[in-house]
């Protein structure tokens, strides 16, 4: 459910915005887009790091499970960021983005913001997030999609989706 409200959001933003604006591809130079569109990744998993840790720190981190107005929120913030990367460089990079997000390099930026901001008082980890072998938090992505929903995704399966979304999306921006 969470992924057909995300697309619905997006699919609204992107029929409601002017045909002018898919123009502005034209108006930024190719290293602009590679910065815009990663810097709103980094950018992206950082609010999503910062966002849920402190959620699992008010409501306590046993069994924590973020509320759907949180996940609403995420869907949000991502349709404003598609919509700026839109407005700004065109369609291709508001595509690249949404690639990079799907294919879950999003995911391992939020676990690499996890080691990178080590003092943060909510973080009691051992090791990198990245611990698991298996997880079940891919259930969106295109290979979760094509499992029963819920059942666990391997690590390295998840690493390969990711080298393929990000090879896959850094071309669209060329």
């Not at 898919?22 to 108006?27: K, S």
């Not at 602009?32 to 008010?58: E, H, M, P, Q, T």
């Not at 759907?68 to 990367?85: K, M, N, P, V």
């Not at 969106?140 to 390969?160: D, E, F, H, K, N």
Request: glycine share 6%; with cysteine; hydrophobic share 45%.
């Amino acid at each position: 459910m969470r992924v057909s409200i995300k697309l619905l959001i997006l699919s609204l933003l992107l029929l409601t915005v002017p045909y002018h604006r898919a123009q502005a591809q034209a108006d930024t130079s190719r290293l602009d887009r590679y910065a815009y569109v990663l810097g709103s990744s980094l950018v992206f998993s950082l609010v999503d790091y910062i966002g849920y840790n402190l959620l699992k720190k008010a409501h306590g981190e046993q069994g924590f499970k973020a509320p759907a107005s949180y996940r609403i929120a995420e869907g949000l913030s991502q349709a404003a960021i598609t919509y700026f990367l839109y407005s700004v460089c065109g369609l291709k990079s508001a595509i690249a983005f949404n690639l990079i997000w799907w294919t879950w390099n999003d995911d391992f930026a939020y676990y690499e913001w996890e080691q990178l901001l080590d003092f943060f008082p909510w973080d009691h980890r051992s090791g990198s997030g990245l611990r698991f072998r298996e997880y079940n938090s891919a259930g969106w992505t295109p290979i979760g999609l094509t499992r029963p929903q819920g059942s666990m995704i391997a690590r390295s399966t998840l690493i390969a989706q990711a080298v393929i979304g990000f090879s896959i999306s850094m071309p669209i921006l060329w």
